[in-house]
């Protein structure tokens, strides 16, 4: 009767569990079988058994069989949610992998139709225009001058307007103590002259030339590393005209950023003219696009410009407004500002000079432990006997505003210094 009643509960538990498959069946009925037996056992010696052993013993074999019944539907669960979590992702990957080919493959496929549309056009027809014809030719030359003035130059395209300053009620006489015969001292964001004398004299402008001459180089050059070879021409010129030097050698291939530091650092001749020459193949053509410039900065009718290098020329003149204007758009080009303010430079390695050459900004050098109230930023000095000692530099105040200070006619270099110094003690709060 117990093994009925264990079929019994087997089948009531296999009808409550019908999902279960073939071989957890067989399982169940292996475990009951075996129960069976050992029951067969028992009762062949029932008599000498305690009943409540044999009650405990049934109550452990009917625990198995829950447990073992329990384990099947977990595992049965449990492999059940793998089949459908694994398929659905296998699936959704799949597909992801053969969006993302066909995505690649459009994108390589219309960049290449676009890459042949336009060599076509170009080369087949313009505007509906065969390649051969003058209106083909005139529209990608239009073309041509459009890709080239994206290109940014160094230190990118200023928008800034050029500095104008004027002045008024309030504007004062430079101080007794300053040698200088002309100066100007300008507060640049409010654009007013705070101290001058003969600001707008025509003087030589000397080496101040070279501010000029790196603004239109920036403007017209795009890779500071870039190679140039010095010429015999170049080397003759600084040595015919008595011109300080950067001291390149003939044949020497030095980098472009070295032309431009060569250029301010210590005023090298040769440094300029190698950067006349690299933008526009001679001094001649170089200083056309410097006059050009100061059309641009309005200050046509007041300076002109002979040379890129600051030699003394009748017709080569400025005032020292004018030049406080070039310097300030200078400054206002990130790559020029940086030249400008640098107090040491050493230039890249060559055969000739495998160490580089180092050079100083003797004027930035020797004014930092000045009292300016404030800090001196960025200064080009110049010297013709025409014009002695003159300097043009960029200060910032306690203030934290930009002023700009010219002078020429200075007694001496240290004079010229000392002259800056006292202006900005004048001027500065």
Not at 39 to 60: I, P, V
Not at 120 to 146: H, M, P, Q
Not at 311 to 326: F, G, K, Q, R
């Amino acid at each position: 009767m117990s093994t009925n009643r264990d079929e019994l509960a087997f089948m009531d538990s296999t009808e409550e569990n019908s999902q279960l498959s073939a071989e957890e069946i067989a399982a169940v009925l292996a475990d009951t079988l075996e129960g069976t037996y050992q029951f067969g056992s028992e009762r062949f010696d029932e008599e000498t058994q305690d009943s409540a052993a044999y009650e405990r013993e049934e109550k452990e074999r009917q625990a198995r069989r829950r447990n073992r019944l329990k384990e099947m539907r977990r595992r049965k669960k449990q492999q059940e949610w793998m089949r459908r979590l694994l398929i659905p992702c296998v699936v959704v990957l799949i597909i992801c992998i053969i969006l993302i080919g066909k995505g690649i493959g459009s994108l390589i496929k219309q960049q290449q139709k676009s890459k042949v549309s336009y060599n076509l056009a170009l080369e087949f027809s313009v505007a509906g225009c065969y390649a051969d014809s003058d209106i083909a030719d005139n529209i990608k030359n239009t073309i041509s001058r459009l890709c080239a003035q994206n290109v940014q130059p160094l230190g990118g395209k200023s928008v800034l307007p050029p500095l104008t300053a004027t002045a008024d009620a309030k504007t004062a006489l430079l101080n007794s103590e300053v040698v200088s015969k002309n100066g100007v001292f300008i507060d640049v964001e409010a654009g007013r002259i705070m101290g001058q004398r003969d600001a707008q004299t025509r003087i030589s402008p000397a080496s101040m030339t070279k501010i000029l001459t790196i603004l239109v180089a920036a403007e017209h050059i795009t890779d500071a590393e870039d190679r140039f070879e010095i010429t015999r021409d170049i080397t003759d010129y600084s040595y015919t005209n008595k011109c300080s030097s950067m001291g390149f050698e003939i044949g020497e291939r030095v980098t472009v950023r070295d032309l431009f530091y060569g250029t301010v650092l210590p005023s090298g001749a040769d440094a300029a003219l190698g950067l006349a020459v690299y933008v526009a193949g001679s001094q001649e053509n170089f200083v056309a696009l410097m006059n050009q410039k100061l059309e641009e900065l309005g200050l046509s009718d007041s300076s002109h410009f002979t040379n890129c290098v600051g030699l003394y020329d009748e017709n080569h003149y400025s005032t020292v407004y004018d030049m406080a204007v070039i310097l300030k758009a200078a400054c206002d080009n990130s790559f020029c500002r940086e030249v400008l303010s640098a107090h040491t430079y050493t230039s890249s390695a060559t055969e000739q000079h495998p160490e580089g050459i180092i050079t100083s900004n003797w004027f930035l050098r020797k004014i930092e432990d000045k009292d300016t109230h404030g800090e001196v930023l960025c200064a080009k000095t110049g010297y013709v006997l025409q014009s002695e000692n003159c300097a043009a530099s960029l200060s910032v105040g306690k203030d934290g505003k930009e002023y700009i200070c010219v002078t020429a006619h200075s007694s001496g270099a240290w004079q010229c210094i000392y002259d800056h110094v006292t202006l900005c003690q004048q001027f500065l709060p």
